[in-house]
């Protein structure tokens, strides 16, 4: 056996570890409890395929105007918005103008209620016209919508107070909208006078994924459907930019993203840092827990979980007051945004906190203060805590 | 249709070849590179290994890229890939002494992307003042000029001057080069006027500026998509001692500003800057190549900052040959190894809401290990770990892997 024939070997032999060792050291996934992106645990392998299906729509697909981008539009894909599923920034805040109160929007053959503040090659785009008040919206983080889509409208009313019954001084009403043609209503669902529950957004003037899903491609990207066939910059009918199934995909995607998972594990340090939470009334608002109704998606179907959230409107007083509503909702009134996935905010803001419905707040205390309205006696028990108990307060709210 | 018609001729220009060598033995001569220090990046393109069909004026030559990897970034890995990255083939042919042509064809990943990367005739008028028409590469950095796979003892080419150059930019466009050599010195020159860029290098998919979009232009080696020529130019110095440096430029007017007589926009400029280096340390003989770049664009205002208006970035690669002796029974055979430092930042500067910078940054480390049986043929193993942040400077992808790969002339 010649020396070159051992050499050779040998290196084959190297070879062959180095690649059958490849996944022991190379860089390894971040701990679970830290991404906010993947889906629901125990989809079907066909659910898995539409998640994936969906999450290459929201994620990987950048419009071009070749492909429909707006002329007019805020971003370029979804996924601009809501890096790894998350919270946006100032960089991909979308700004609402033009109304004030429930008759409507009086700024619409002016291009409201979004602004399009960018444009292609060659187009102007849209300013805030005169007289016209704004608010500027943050984009939320995606994870567990689908558990959000599937609480009843019933759960939601028993949580509501709007003659403030029980004296505590919150009074959680829903934003009571009108459901765009395309959009079924729920099984189940409660009335009131031709208008319906909305639950997302900032003022919780959508009613489902589905409206969620196709504004954003109509209004953020300029991107037409059959669900919202008119172009943003010409107000004209033209030909869909996206297809029903593209849509469908993506509102499943949401719909199965997992909820985030706490990166506190259940002992005494954290039940005293949410007993906190709950002595100064966070949690009238910020509801630790909602159940979920029936699903067509098993996994979502009848289940329990935490996102901190009534899903209510609440009045938060005049500095949180913009001058700008959507639905029944008043100026200063704003949805209840859910708290889980709170400490995970800095990894989709660049490592920083933008909080609040427009980002002003730069960190969770500011946040708090920033407070007013139905909870000024939250945020005054806020101030009365200790060091150390507004400490572990926040804590707790990054741990969620 | 036009892959299947390039496979078509190169098979039959191959068949043809073949079957008059099956007559004659001798009837192939091998023409080698040159390895002197008489070169400059810019004689890359006809400094390499061809074959001589007879006596003919043509020879043919080529090369072959191919590799497997495992790539995994956190913690998920799409498993092992192989793939063909590349196949080139090259004919040129001497028509007059003083007057060549040369064609390269590109296949690369199968017949996924074919391209004509090069077609020019050169006239020597003198070695200073030689025209250049046809299909050619824009000489912006030295890997544009000096891309052949066997050269390299990496799997991937740099980043840089790839994905934020465009590599192997190659157009359309007439210009002049020339050399000129005194004792230890060369200089070289080379000046271009192309068809250019277009839109796609801010409308494009990879959401963000990204200048090698416009290859995906079919018709511009029939249409400039707005009449203004794109310049390149580079000018390149040799000392025999002490290495090669080169400076280069792309100038250009990217956007359709004017259509049917009818003004669409202002003039919008891409501007690309380029230093380039090499040089082989004496008694060492380690050798040291890098590029950096520079690229400026005008993306309107109004635009989205996700496209940046300017990017800059580069590698730097050494090799350290380690054995040079007599291996596995081939004479001369060579082990190096290597490692490339690699940095792009594809966004340079700051949010207009927040102030903030703009990251949006890839760097990277490759070890390598190579093999060279001969000068022509590589065997190399590489390392690659790189990490990416997103435009927000959120936490960084990393990218970790390994790479085997062969590459040779043929």
């Known amino acids: 056996m010649g020396k070159n024939f051992i050499y050779l070997l040998f290196t084959l032999f190297c070879c062959a570890i180095l690649f059958s060792t490849c996944e022991k050291i190379l860089p390894p996934a971040p701990a679970e409890n830290e991404l906010l992106d993947g889906p629901i645990p125990g989809l079907t392998g066909a659910e898995n395929a539409r998640f994936l299906k969906g999450d290459i729509a929201f994620n990987d697909e950048i419009f071009t105007p070749q492909t429909g981008l707006g002329p007019l539009f805020v971003a370029t894909s979804c996924g601009s918005c809501h890096a790894g599923d998350g919270k946006g920034t100032p960089f991909t805040t979308l700004t609402r103008f033009g109304q004030t109160d429930h008759t409507g929007n009086q700024f619409l053959h002016l291009g409201g209620p979004q602004l399009q503040h960018r444009a292609v090659l060659g187009v102007q785009p849209e300013g805030i016209p005169n007289g016209a008040t704004f608010s500027r919206f943050t984009p939320p983080a995606n994870t567990g919508l689908g558990f959000l889509d599937f609480v009843t409208d019933a759960d939601i009313v028993a949580m509501s107070d709007p003659d403030d019954n029980n004296g505590d001084g919150i009074s959680g009403v829903p934003n009571w909208i009108y459901l765009r043609e395309y959009v079924a209503s729920r099984a189940n669902a409660i009335a009131q006078s031709g208008k319906h529950i909305g639950r997302f957004g900032k003022k919780a003037a959508t009613y489902d994924l589905l409206q969620q899903t196709a504004t954003a491609y109509n209004q953020d990207m300029g991107i037409t459907s059959n669900f919202e066939p008119y172009d943003s910059y010409t107000g004209h009918e033209i030909d869909p930019e996206v297809s029903n199934q593209t849509i469908q995909d993506v509102v499943f995607y949401l719909q199965t993203l997992k909820v985030p998972l706490p990166r506190a594990s259940e002992n005494a340090a954290v039940t005293a840092r949410k007993q906190i939470f709950q002595k100064i009334q966070c949690a009238a608002c910020h509801r630790p827990e909602l159940k979920t109704g029936y699903s067509p998606i098993a996994v979502l179907s009848f289940k329990t979980f935490q996102p901190y959230t009534d899903l209510l409107l609440h009045d938060m007083g005049a500095a949180l007051n913009d001058g700008y509503t959507e639905g029944s909702a008043t100026t200063a009134e704003w949805r209840t945004p859910p708290l889980w996935g709170l400490g995970l905010s800095k990894n989709s803001q660049g490592g920083k906190y933008f909080l609040l419905h427009d980002g002003r707040a730069k960190s969770i205390e500011e946040a708090i203060l920033l407070h007013g309205g139905e909870a000024q006696n939250s945020k005054a028990l806020y101030q009365a805590l200790s060091p150390q108990e507004k400490q572990q307060l926040i804590q707790f709210l990054e741990s969620l | ?410």
């Open chain 2, 1 to 410: 249709m036009k892959s299947q018609f390039y496979l078509t001729l190169c098979f039959w220009l191959f068949g043809v070849l073949v079957l008059l060598a099956q007559n004659d033995s001798t009837f192939f001569k091998r023409i080698t590179s040159d390895s002197s220090k008489n070169q400059l990046n810019l004689d890359a393109v006809y400094n390499r290994p061809f074959l001589q069909a007879g006596k003919t004026p043509v020879a043919v030559g080529g090369y072959v890229e191919s590799k497997v990897e495992y790539l995994q970034t956190d913690g998920v890995s799409e498993g092992y890939q192989f793939q063909m990255q590349r196949m080139t083939l090259f004919v040129s042919s001497s028509i007059h002494r003083r007057i060549k042509f040369l064609s390269e064809i590109e296949f690369e990943e199968g017949t996924k992307e074919i391209n004509i990367e090069f077609a020019s005739l050169d006239l020597q008028f003198n070695p200073m003042f030689n025209l250049r028409g046809g299909i050619l590469m824009n000489p912006i950095g030295a890997f544009n000029q000096n891309h052949d796979g066997p050269k390299w003892e990496f799997n991937d080419r740099p980043i840089a001057a790839t994905q934020m150059l465009p590599a192997t930019f190659s157009n359309v466009g007439m210009g002049l080069w020339g050399k000129y050599a005194k004792k230890n010195w060369i200089f070289g020159y080379e000046a271009y006027l192309t068809n250019g860029f277009d839109e796609q290098i801010i409308n494009n998919t990879e959401n963000k500026t990204f200048l090698p979009a416009s290859k995906l232009n079919p018709d511009r080696f029939e249409e400039n998509t707005n009449g203004r020529p794109l310049f390149t130019g580079k000018i390149a110095l040799r000392n025999r001692k002490f290495g090669e440096i080169g400076l280069s430029t792309m100038q250009g007017i990217y956007n359709k500003f004017v259509d049917d007589g009818l003004i669409l926009d202002e003039k919008r400029a891409v501007r690309v800057w380029a230093i380039d280096f090499n040089t082989t340390l004496p008694k060492l003989n380690t050798f040291i190549n890098g590029e950096w770049a520079w690229v400026a664009v005008n993306v309107p205002e109004t635009f989205t900052q996700q496209y940046g208006n300017r990017q800059s970035g580069g590698f730097i690669d050494v090799v350290q040959p380690i054995v040079r002796r007599k291996i596995f029974g081939f004479d001369n055979a060579v082990v190096n190894l290597a490692c490339r430092l690699e940095f792009v930042d594809w966004n340079i500067g700051t949010f207009k809401e927040t102030g903030d910078p703009i990251e949006d940054k890839i760097w990277a480390i490759v070890p390598a290990l190579s093999f060279r049986p001969s000068a022509q043929t590589v065997l190399r193993l590489n390392y690659r770990y790189h990490a990416q942040t997103d435009i927000l400077g959120n936490p960084a992808a990393l990218t970790g892997g390994f790479q085997f790969g062969l590459a040779s002339y043929f």
